[in-house]
């Protein structure tokens, strides 16, 4: 039966730095971002993300991040694969998680967060998951 947990989250940490640029072309920056969820879905995020940047601003982002807290009444943790892209102010990302990754009362887990937003400081989510 797949459930549906709704929660806010907020960056507590953000450090973002670039290891490759060329002149005009591409640039490569690999971040590292302490995240804090309040809500069904409560606990503490560690994400270390890849970004390429194009010339027109955009960005293609890869990342895993691995949450540690509680989905209701079950604790444990459990890690996201994030893939996404960065345009026009807007990023749309998709956050999966990684099969097997589950701990503790978590084990077991699957599911998704689509993610779509611009700049703020708190951002709502829908978790929809399951567990096997």
Same mark, same amino acid.
């Given at each position: 039966?797949?459930?549906?947990?709704? *929660?806010? #989250?907020?960056?507590?940490?953000?450090?973002? @730095?670039? $290891?490759?640029?060329?002149?005009?072309? *591409?640039?490569?920056? +690999? %971040? &590292? !971002?302490?995240?804090?969820?309040?809500?069904?879905?409560? %606990?503490?995020?560690?994400?270390?993300?890849?970004?390429? &940047?194009?010339?027109?601003?955009?960005?293609?982002? &890869?990342? #895993?991040? +691995? @949450?540690?807290? +509680? @989905? %209701?009444?079950?604790? %444990? *943790? =459990?890690?996201?694969?994030?893939?996404?892209? =960065?345009?026009?102010?807007?990023?749309?990302?998709? +956050?999966?998680?990684?099969?097997? *990754?589950?701990?503790g009362e978590l084990t077991g887990i699957v599911g998704e967060i689509n993610f779509e937003s611009g700049?703020?400081?708190? #951002?709502?989510?829908? !978790?929809? $998951? $399951? !567990?096997?």
């Open positions: 039966m797949s459930m549906k947990a709704q *929660s806010s #989250f907020k960056l507590t940490e953000a450090n973002e @730095i670039p $290891y490759s640029e060329v002149g005009e072309g *591409s640039k490569l920056t +690999r %971040g &590292y !971002f302490e995240v804090e969820y309040n809500g069904e879905l409560q %606990g503490k995020g560690d994400l270390q993300e890849l970004k390429c &940047y194009l010339p027109d601003d955009s960005a293609t982002v &890869y990342g #895993f991040e +691995r @949450i540690t807290g +509680r @989905i %209701g009444d079950k604790s %444990g *943790s =459990f890690v996201l694969e994030h893939v996404g892209k =960065f345009e026009n102010g807007l990023l749309k990302s998709k +956050r999966n998680v990684v099969q097997g *990754s589950g701990t700049s703020a400081e708190e #951002f709502q989510i829908t !978790f929809n $998951y $399951y !567990f096997e």
